[in-house]
């Protein structure tokens, strides 16, 4: 009988691509399903608050390092929009047990299998949803704010990699179990990971790029030539692991064939070739790159003069130069005519001692002034590769005012006539001690608030010159005249300044004169220098 009405005139014949468009179909009506979820929507919204909050909280962003925040978008991700990614992809495999139709679902023209894929095709506008957000928060960067670097298109791409990766495991833990806990557990599971993780950085940190968060980040950003991250071999790995977890889904569910299979056999190759990839060293022409430009940066970098001052950058960061600049000319600004005629020049230096385990930091600021003496620079005055936060404006602020009030620098290794060197650098006493924090207040509106945070045991407040080498110490006398200087009218203190400036620079003047100079309560004790 089946053979007669399937000859029969009229029939219309079995369209044999029906299954995919059916499967094609559940996948677009899956697809609005998880991005209208309250889930997606929440992380989404959290996502792109926590990056819009950080633009207001946090200043260095506003000063961003482009190939720094593209592996910080991706993590971001991963956890918020992955998170929701392999909540909701689990909640809409178990949908039909949780509302009692199971039973019914067998009766449909789509098999598990069929299904499964749906689901699995349905996490694909998640991905889409965050690579639209991370492209947007980088465009914005590089359009809004004076933006160092570029991301790299690999990194960009591990944040939806990863929202595909949880999806998939979503699904699997779905055929797998009709616990709607697993899927949170999972995810609870992946959170601490990150923090287990964490203490394998100190052995070269090779384990986290078989985590999903992909290595260690260095102790300050770097030039991208420098970075030398395997994002490509990550991105082939996630996605490995992906397609991995796909693929046990659907077998999972009962699919079998040729296509399953050669399907999982690529997803291992990607997975091997990218793990295997990612963990080997970086080549020695990377090596040596980074060894150069840290022991060496005046050949690695671009200068400009602006206002007498020379600023030289590093590859990536010229667009610094104006804001360093402001700083600098605030401070010179406040200093009489005659302290003027100091030529000044401003080096971008970078300090990651695992560019060169076998340096030492006194090693590395011997290197530094024969670098700053070959370039013709002698007592170059450093700085760093962060920016945009009251922290950086007083480091910077407060070499200048040392340079300008000593002649010297907190690195060059020699007592200046009003510091000393001691393990914080050079000790500014006395006098000078007093000017060097009253002229970084002048360009450093966060400087007593600083001066409150950040004071040692001692009472005292190093400045740096990069994060990890403290040039300039103040002692607590010095830094309390200073800070009470600093809270009366400024016109008043800068003529006392003005006045007075060959005797609160003279080796001989304690805190104590100096106060009485500017006006100001004496300091209970008095440093030894």
Not at 73 to 93: Q, R
Not at 480 to 500: E, F, G, K, M, N
Request: proline residues 6%; hydrophobic residues 50%.
């Amino acid at each position: 009988m089946t053979a007669v009405l399937a000859e029969a005139p009229g029939t219309p014949a079995i369209d044999a691509t029906a299954p995919r468009r059916a499967v094609l179909a559940l996948a677009r009506v899956e697809m609005v399903r998880m991005l209208r979820h309250p889930v997606t929507v929440a992380a989404t919204l959290l996502l792109a608050g926590s990056w819009v909050s950080a633009w207001f909280a946090i200043g260095t962003t506003r000063y961003p390092v482009l190939q720094e925040l593209d592996r910080d978008s991706a993590i971001g991700m991963m956890i918020l929009l992955g998170g929701a990614a392999l909540i909701v992809g689990n909640l809409a495999v178990l949908r039909t047990h949780r509302d009692g139709t199971t039973g019914l679902s067998q009766v449909l023209i789509l098999p598990d299998r069929a299904r499964t894929l749906a689901h699995l095709l349905a996490m694909l506008p998640l991905a889409v949803v965050g690579s639209v957000l991370i492209l947007a928060r980088m465009a914005v960067l590089a359009i809004c704010a004076p933006a160092a670097g570029h991301p790299n298109p690999y990194e960009l791409a591990i944040g939806p990699a990863a929202v595909l990766l949880l999806g998939a495991l979503g699904v699997l833990l779905g055929r797998l179990t009709r616990s709607a806990v697993v899927a949170p557990l999972a995810l609870l599971v992946l959170l601490a990971s990150f923090v287990a993780l964490e203490p394998l950085t100190n052995g070269g940190g090779k384990a986290m790029w078989l985590a999903l968060q992909g290595g260690p980040a260095l102790e300050m950003p770097t030039p991208v030539s420098l970075m030398a991250r395997p994002a490509a071999a990550h991105l082939g790995y996630l996605l490995g692991l992906a397609g991995l977890l796909a693929t046990a889904a659907v077998l999972r569910a009962g699919a079998r064939g040729v296509r399953v299979a050669v399907a999982g056999a690529v997803a291992l190759a990607c997975t091997v070739a990218g793990g295997t990839a990612q963990l080997s060293p970086p080549s020695r022409a990377v090596a040596a790159a980074r060894t150069a430009v840290m022991n060496h940066p005046s050949q690695h970098e671009t200068c400009q003069e602006l206002g007498h001052v020379t600023y030289c950058a590093l590859a990536g960061f010229s667009r610094w130069i104006p804001a360093w600049n402001m700083v600098v000319q605030a401070v010179v600004a406040a200093v009489p005519a005659t302290a003027r005629s100091t030529q000044l020049t401003v080096r971008q230096r970078i300090v990651v001692m695992a560019f060169d385990p076998g340096t030492r930091p006194e090693q590395l600021l011997a290197v530094w002034r024969a670098d700053d003496a070959a370039a013709g620079t002698p007592r170059a005055i450093g700085i760093g590769t962060q920016w945009g936060d009251s922290r950086a404006a007083a480091d910077l602020a407060a070499q200048v005012a040392y340079r300008l009030v000593t002649g010297e620098t907190g690195e060059t290794g020699e007592a200046g006539e009003a510091g000393v060197e001691d393990r914080d650098g050079a000790t500014a006493c006395g006098g000078a001690g007093v000017l060097v924090v009253w002229l970084a207040g002048q360009a450093s509106t966060g400087l007593r608030l600083l001066a409150q945070d950040e004071r040692d045991e001692r009472g005292g407040v190093s400045f740096y010159e990069t994060q990890l080498f403290p040039t300039v110490y103040v002692p607590a006398p010095e830094l309390a005249v200073a800070t009470q200087a600093l809270a009366r009218p400024r016109a008043d203190i800068a003529a006392r300044v003005q006045q007075s400036w060959a005797t609160l620079t003279a080796p001989g003047t304690t805190a104590a004169q100096a106060a009485q100079i500017l006006g100001v309560p004496a300091p209970a004790t008095s440093t030894a220098c």
